[in-house]
């Protein structure tokens, strides 16, 4: 069984450790867990692995958040995974900080990335899980919030929920999407 999961972030190094930036950073620990690494290819960083004798390719756009769906409709075509095998990461504001919600379908909410992937692929029926990065800015600040870094508190707590979302990936994997919902939502 073929594996797709697909973190949302921006490329450059001004972007690291972002709240909008979350996606890569869990894909990041995941790639760590599993002792493999990613490599620049075709719009995206590739990294893949077997897990309990499951193909997982893990994604990380080549573009940015707002165009990323162009990089998952190629990958997902390429290696050949159906949709509901696909896992969509991403930061989420209308979530407490930490606080993760998997699920299948449901609108874009606002979320850029996600509507560049229902308009690439189609449809918005695919599995994802939202990170939440909660809504603590001044109204008009919304951008420098989402693009800003986690602030010190945040980051007491970020490593913990960035390994709980881990989890939750392998979980989806190994357990299938209900399971994964019944057992982190």
């Known amino acids: 069984m073929k594996y797709l999961v697909v973190g949302l972030g921006n490329i450059g190094e001004e972007y690291t450790g972002t709240r909008h930036n979350i996606g890569f950073s869990i894909l990041d620990t995941l790639n760590q867990r599993h002792d493999s690494s990613f490599n620049l290819e075709k719009q995206a960083e590739l990294s893949s692995f077997v897990l309990k004798g499951k193909n997982i390719n893990l994604i990380k756009p080549s573009n940015y958040v707002n165009n990323s769906g162009k990089a ?3 990958w997902l075509q390429k290696k050949g995974v159906k949709k509901e095998n696909m896992l969509i990461i991403l930061d989420d504001l209308a979530l407490p900080f930490g606080k993760i919600r998997i699920k299948n379908g449901g609108s874009h909410g606002g979320h850029n990335g996600l509507k560049s992937i229902n308009e690439h692929l189609g449809d918005n ?7 939440g990065i909660a809504n603590n800015f001044r109204q008009g600040q919304q951008s420098n ?6 602030n010190n ?9 960035i390994e709980d979302s881990c989890d939750a990936v392998e979980s989806f994997i190994l357990q299938g ?4 919902m019944n057992t982190f939502n």
């Not at 029926?125 to 990170?131: A, E, M, Q, S, V």
């Not at 508190?153 to 929920?161: C, D, P, V």
């Open 153 to 161: 508190e945040e980051k007491k707590e970020l490593n913990s929920f």
């Open 177 to 180: 999407l209900k399971r994964t």
């Open 72 to 74: 998952v409709n190629f």
């Open 125 to 131: 029926n695919y599995p994802r899980l939202r990170f």
């Open 145 to 150: 919030y989402v693009l800003g870094k986690f």
